[in-house]
C-alpha cells in the first residue's frame, strides 16, 4: 500500500522526473550537432498503430510497448501468453483449462473462470476485437509485431478495454515468392513443425499460407489413484493451426485483404498441486483407499498432482475477416476502412472438480455436460483523413455475439461419505463447544449422518448426474467513435476521442437436476417450518450420536436444532446439490449506453523530446454470472445460503485515467527513454472469486492503481549488432477501504469472518509494486557467410497474492523468469540453428492459488482444516529448431 512506502513512490517520481529534465537539454544537444540528419533513426522512426493510424511510436501519446517480428522469435513468443516476459506488468495466467486464461495490466484485469465476465485488457488480432481473453490465445503464426497499449484505450478499441490493449500485427502477403520452414525439438518429447509460403498471382494479388503442429507430453506427472482416470501425466500440448491471406491491390487507391484461420487443440490440462494441506486430507485419503492429495510437507514443485477423472480438452477455433482500405480522392485523401469478420470459438474440457484421487465432484469432457461457445459476427467502418492542422478519424463498430454454455456437476461415489464425516465434524465442533458433544455412544459411521438426516438409504442421497444447466446468451453492441489531433502549433498537439456505445445483452438459463437431489429435499423437508414432524430425523441424528444431547429437554433441543440445522442443510444443498434449482428457468436482460472518451495534449519540446498529459474515461460492460447463485435471501449481494438467485447481472465498470509521459530520443535515434506516471481509479470493479464451493462476482466501489511505467531501448552506435529493450514498473494497485457487503466484514466476537475480508484497504492480487523487463540481443558475423545470434530475456516480478480473496496461503514471493537462445546460420538467412530454453534457471511459482474445492472452507488464516491448490507454471524447458528460407 502506498502509506506504507512513501519512499517507493518519490522514487517513481525522482526517476521521471530525472527523464524529463535530463532529456531535454540532451535530446537538444542531439537535434543541433552537425550532421545529426544523417544518423540512424531505426528505433526513433518505429511504427505502431496504436491510435489505428500508422504513427511513429515516439509521436504517439500513449504508453506502448512494441515487439517486433524478430524479439518475439527470439523470446519463443507463438502465443500471447509466451510474450508476458517482455512486457513489465503484463501478467498472463490459466487456470482450470487453457480455455480459461486472464491477462492484467498495471494489476488489472477479471478472473476469466467465468465466460460471463468481459476482460479488461482486450485482445485485438488484425483489427477484429476477440470477446474473451481466453478466445485470443493460441499459435498466431507469422508475426509483424505486437503492440502492448497501458491505460485505457476505449476510444478508438471500444469497450473492455479499461485496462489496456494487446493488439497483434500478422504479416501481410507480399508479391516476392518465398518459402519458410521450421523443425523443432526439444525436453518432454516436444516436436514441432510449421511452414509458410508467400507468391504473387499476379501484379495485383498475392497471398500467403502458414500451418503449424506441435505436439508435447505433459510436464505434470499425474497419480490417478483408482481411477478411471489412466493417464499419468497433464499439461501436454497437441495442436494444429492453418492460417492463409489473400491480398488484393487492384487500384492504388484500394487495397482488400482477406483472411481465413483454423486452430485446433486436443490436449489434457489442468491439474493442481496442493500447497497447504490441511485436516480434510485425513478423510479424502481414507476414502480413496491411498493417499489422495499430496502429504503435508511434500514440494509441490516436484509437479505431482492427484486426479482420478480426465482432464481432456478439446478447443476450436476459426474464422474469416476481409479488410478493405480505400484511398478516396473525393475527400482530400481520407481513407475508408472496413473490417467485417465472422467467428466461431469453442471449448470442451473434462475436469476433476477436487483435484484428487478421491471421487468427490468432476466433469464429463463431453459436448453435453461441457461446452463454451462463442459466434460473432463484427463490422467496423473508419473514415481517416489529414490536413495540414488536423489528423482526424470517425468510425462505427457492430458485433453480434452468441454465447452458448453447458455446465454440469457429476457426483462420484467418494461424495456422500466425504461431506458427511466433513459436517460431523464440523457439527461435532460446535457442539462440544457449547457442551454437548458427539460421543457417539452407538458408534454410527460419521459417513451415514447425512443420510439419516435426509432421510435416504446410505449412498443414494448424492450420486449421479447432480447439474446439469444450459445458459444462452446474445450480446449486440453498436458504437460511434471518433479520434482527432490539432496540430495547434508546430509543437503542440491536442487530441480529442469520443465514443458512444449502446450494449444490449439477454440472457436464458436453464437448471436441472437429473439426479433429483435426494438429500437436500430430505434436509429440507425435515427442517420445512409447516412440516408438523419438523427436525425429526436431525433430532434422531443428532440424539443417536450424542447422550448430552438426547438427555436435554425439548425446547433445547429445538434451539439447538434451529442453529446447527441450516449449517447441515447447506452443506446438504451446495450449488450442484441444491434441489431449488432443478427445474428452474430464468430470462435477464440488459441494456447499457455508455459515452467515453480521452483528451491528450503533447508538446515536443524539440525533435527528439515529446512530453504529454492525458485524460481518458473507460468503460467494461456489465453482464451475467452465469453459474449456480445462491445466497441466504435470493439477492446475490447476501451472504451464505441456498436460496436461488434469479437476478445475477452485475453493472458496467468505469475507470478515470490520469497520465503524465515523456518520450525522448537519444544519440542520433538509436536510443529511446519513455516514461509514464499514471493514475487510475475504477469505479464498481468486477471482481470474480472462488471460494471454495462456487464462484461470486461482486462490484467493488473503488480500485485505485497509480505508478510509473518506464522503458528504455538502446541499439548502441558504437557495438553493431547489439540490441537492447527493456521497462520497469512500480505500480500501487489497491481496492478501497469501504466496501459494503458481508463478504468484506471481518470476524467479530458474535460472528465470522465473510469470505473476502481481507480486501478492503489491501493491495489487490497479481499486483506486485514492482516489476521489470530486459531483453539483450546481440548478432555478430561468424565470416563473410555466417553469422552468429544470441537473444536473453528476463522478467521479475515482485511480491503479490495469486487469490482474488488474499488469503496469506495463495501469497507468492519475488521471483524471475530467464529465457535464452542462441543460433547461427547463414548471413543471407537461408538457414539458421538455434538452441533455446525457457524459463533456464528452473524458477519455481505458481500461477494461480485456490481454495481446494470442498476442502478451503474457511477464511481465516491458518484453519487447520483448510487445503490450498494452485496451478504452477511451466518448468525449464529447452530445444532445439533448425528455420530454413527459401
Not at 391 to 420: C, I, K, Q
Not at 743 to 759: H, I, M, N, Q, W
Request: proline share 5%; aromatic share 10%.
Amino acid at each position: 500500500m502506498a502509506s506504507g512506502h512513501p519512499q517507493r513512490s518519490v522514487l517513481a517520481i525522482a526517476l521521471f522526473s530525472a527523464i524529463v529534465s535530463m532529456a531535454v537539454p540532451a535530446a537538444a544537444q542531439d537535434a543541433a550537432a552537425p550532421g545529426a540528419e544523417d544518423e540512424p533513426r531505426t528505433l526513433a522512426t518505429m511504427v505502431v498503430t496504436a491510435q489505428k493510424r500508422e504513427e511513429q511510436m515516439q509521436d504517439v501519446p500513449i504508453s506502448v510497448t512494441a515487439l517486433d517480428e524478430q524479439l518475439l522469435r527470439d523470446n519463443n513468443v507463438s502465443d500471447i501468453k509466451d510474450m508476458q516476459i517482455l512486457v513489465p506488468g503484463l501478467t498472463v495466467t490459466s487456470t482450470q483449462n487453457e480455455a480459461i486464461t486472464t491477462a492484467r495490466i498495471r494489476g488489472i484485469g477479471t478472473v476469466g473462470d467465468n465466460v460471463g465476465l468481459e476482460s479488461s485488457v482486450g485482445i485485438v488480432i488484425d483489427g477484429v476485437y476477440r470477446p474473451r481473453n481466453s478466445v485470443g490465445f493460441g499459435d498466431l503464426g507469422q508475426l509483424e509485431r505486437i503492440e502492448v497499449l497501458k491505460g485505457p484505450q476505449g476510444t478508438v478499441f471500444g469497450k473492455n478495454t479499461s485496462a489496456g490493449v494487446i493488439n497483434v500485427v500478422t504479416r501481410r502477403p507480399s508479391y516476392t515468392q518465398s518459402a519458410e520452414a521450421e523443425i523443432t525439438a526439444g525436453n518432454y518429447g516436444a516436436l514441432g513443425v510449421s511452414g509458410a509460403y508467400n507468391d504473387a498471382f499476379s501484379d495485383t494479388a498475392a497471398f500467403s499460407v502458414y500451418a503449424a503442429k506441435r505436439k508435447r507430453d505433459g510436464w505434470m506427472d499425474v497419480e490417478t489413484g483408482n481411477g478411471p482416470r489412466t493417464l499419468d501425466e497433464d499439461y501436454d500440448q497437441n495442436f494444429h493451426t492453418v492460417r492463409a491471406k489473400l491480398l488484393f491491390e487492384p487500384a492504388e487507391t484500394l487495397d482488400i485483404l482477406l483472411s481465413a484461420d483454423y486452430t485446433s487443440r486436443e490436449e489434457n490440462c489442468c491439474t493442481a498441486v496442493q500447497t497447504t494441506v490441511g485436516g480434510t486430507a485425513a478423510i479424502l485419503n481414507a476414502l480413496a483407499g491411498g493417499q489422495a492429495v499430496a502429504a503435508p510437507g511434500d514440494d509441490p514443485f516436484d509437479r505431482v498432482a492427484y486426479s482420478n477423472r480426465p482432464t481432456d480438452q478439446d478447443i476450436k477455433d476459426k474464422g474469416v475477416s476481409a479488410e478493405i482500405n480505400w484511398d478516396m480522392s473525393g475527400l482530400g485523401g481520407a481513407t475508408l476502412t472496413s473490417i467485417t469478420a465472422a467467428r466461431e470459438w469453442q471449448a470442451i474440457n473434462g475436469l476433476d472438480y477436487d483435484f484428487s484421487t478421491a471421487d468427490l465432484i468432476y466433469r464429463n469432457g463431453t459436448e453435453d455436460e461441457s461446452f463454451t461457445g462463442f459466434e460473432t459476427f463484427s463490422q467496423e467502418f473508419r473514415l481517416t483523413g489529414a490536413t495540414d492542422r488536423l489528423d482526424w478519424m470517425v468510425g462505427m463498430f457492430y458485433s453480434d455475439e452468441d454465447l452458448t454454455r453447458n455446465e454440469s456437476y457429476r457426483v462420484g461415489a467418494h461424495y456422500e461419505p466425504y461431506v458427511s464425516t466433513l459436517v460431523y465434524t464440523l457439527v461435532g465442533q460446535s457442539l462440544a463447544a457449547a457442551g454437548v458433544p458427539l460421543d457417539n455412544p452407538l458408534g454410527i459411521p460419521p459417513a451415514a449422518f447425512l443420510s439419516q438426516v435426509g432421510g435416504t438409504p446410505y449412498g443414494t442421497g448424492f450420486t449421479g448426474l447432480g447439474a446439469l444447466d444450459r445458459y444462452e446468451q446474445n450480446a449486440k453492441s453498436l458504437a460511434l467513435f471518433t479520434n482527432n489531433t490539432w496540430h495547434a502549433t508546430d509543437a503542440l498537439d491536442l487530441t480529442l476521442g469520443l465514443r458512444y456505445t449502446r450494449e444490449d445483452k439477454e440472457l436464458t438459463s436453464d437448471y436441472s437436476n437429473p439426479n433429483g437431489s435426494l438429500a437436500c429435499t430430505g434436509a429440507l423437508t425435515d427442517q420445512n417450518p409447516l412440516n408438523p414432524a419438523r427436525y425429526a430425523r436431525l433430532r434422531a441424528a443428532l440424539a443417536s450420536r450424542s447422550t448430552a444431547f438426547a438427555g436435554l429437554p425439548g425446547p433445547v433441543q429445538d434451539a439447538i436444532m434451529a442453529s446447527a440445522g441450516p449449517q447441515i442443510a447447506g452443506y446438504m444443498c451446495l450449488p450442484w446439490a441444491n434441489a431449488l434449482h432443478n427445474g428452474r428457468s430464468t430470462y435477464q436482460e440488459s441494456e447499457e449506453t455508455e459515452w467515453s472518451g480521452t483528451l491528450k495534449a503533447a508538446y515536443r519540446w524539440n525533435e527528439n523530446v515529446m512530453t504529454y498529459a492525458s485524460a481518458a474515461r473507460g468503460y467494461k460492460g456489465g453482464g451475467f454470472n452465469l453459474d449456480r447463485v445462491q445466497s441466504a435471501d435470493g439477492d446475490s449481494a447476501s451472504g451464505a445460503g441456498i436460496t436461488p438467485v434469479a437476478d445475477t447481472s452485475f453493472p458496467g465498470e468505469f475507470v478515470d485515467s490520469y497520465e503524465l509521459g515523456a518520450k525522448t530520443t537519444w544519440a542520433g535515434g538509436s536510443l529511446l527513454l519513455n516514461a509514464t506516471l499514471f493514475h487510475q481509479e475504477y469505479e464498481d470493479f468486477q471482481l470474480n472469486s472462488f471460494l471454495g464451493t462456487s464462484f461470486v462476482v461482486r462490484s467493488i466501489p473503488k480500485v485505485t492503481s497509480k505508478g510509473l511505467d518506464a522503458e528504455i531501448l538502446w541499439q548502441p552506435q558504437a557495438v553493431t549488432g547489439l540490441m537492447l529493450q527493456g521497462g520497469l514498473m512500480y505500480a500501487d494497485t489497491t481496492f478501497g477501504d469501504d466496501i459494503p457487503g458481508g463478504d468484506f466484514v471481518e470476524r467479530t466476537p458474535l460472528s465470522t469472518s465473510g469470505a473476502l475480508y481481507k480486501l478492503p484497504g489491501a493491495t489487490m492480487p497479481f499486483a506486485p509494486e514492482w516489476s521489470g523487463s530486459m531483453a539483450v540481443t546481440y548478432e555478430w558475423d561468424f565470416s563473410s557467410d555466417l553469422v552468429g545470434r544470441f537473444n536473453i530475456g528476463a522478467k521479475y516480478m515482485g511480491d503479490y497474492n495469486t487469490g482474488s480473496d488474499l488469503d496469506v496461503e495463495k501469497a507468492q514471493s519475488s521471483y524471475t523468469v530467464v529465457n535464452a537462445r542462441v543460433g547461427f546460420g547463414a548471413s543471407d538467412n537461408r538457414w539458421m540453428v538455434e538452441l533455446w530454453g525457457t524459463n533456464i534457471t528452473d524458477t519455481e511459482y505458481v500461477q494461480v492459488g485456490f481454495d481446494a474445492p470442498l476442502q478451503g472452507l474457511f477464511p481465516d488464516p491458518g484453519n487447520p482444516l483448510n487445503t490450498f491448490n494452485a496451478f504452477p507454471a511451466a518448468p525449464r524447458m529447452y530445444g532445439v529448431t533448425l528455420r530454413v528460407r527459401y
